[in-house]
């Protein structure tokens, strides 16, 4: 069983940036692919980026690559999601996940809010 709780998320304005937080409680973190989601009102929980259990290789959704940075820290049973340059479309409930593979999650944590301002 795996615990996670997302931080960091908040309102901030377009150009912005924000690092998203998963802290995993247990002794098996490295073993989990984290992932994170996002979900907008309205919208589909959509994919945004996962992370292998080593640090690499790493994933990303089309509309985030060149934005958003997922990292680990598998001392520290954390794993981030770095958003840089964001926009407005951004806005919505982000999610961290564990899971066996980039698309296959089994623990997810209670999302944090993030919105961007225009």
């Known amino acids: 069983q795996v615990q996670l709780v997302e931080s960091g998320g908040g309102l901030v304005q377009a150009g912005g940036s924000l690092r998203l937080s998963c802290a995993a409680s247990?002794?098996?973190?490295?073993?989990?692919?984290m992932g994170w989601f996002r979900q907008a009102p309205g919208k589909e929980r959509e994919f945004v980026a996962a992370?292998?259990?080593?640090?690499?290789?790493?994933y990303y959704a089309d509309s985030v690559k060149g934005r958003f940075t997922s990292s680990r820290d598998n001392a520290k049973n954390t794993a981030y999601l770095q958003m840089n340059s964001l926009k407005p479309d951004d806005s919505a409930f982000y999610y961290c996940?564990?899971?066996?593979?980039?698309?296959?999650?089994?623990?997810w944590g209670r999302g944090t809010q993030v919105t961007v301002s225009s």
């Open positions: 992370i292998s259990r080593s640090g690499a290789p790493t």
């Open positions: 247990g002794r098996t973190f490295s073993s989990y692919v």
């Open positions: 996940a564990a899971g066996s593979g980039p698309f296959n999650y089994d623990y």
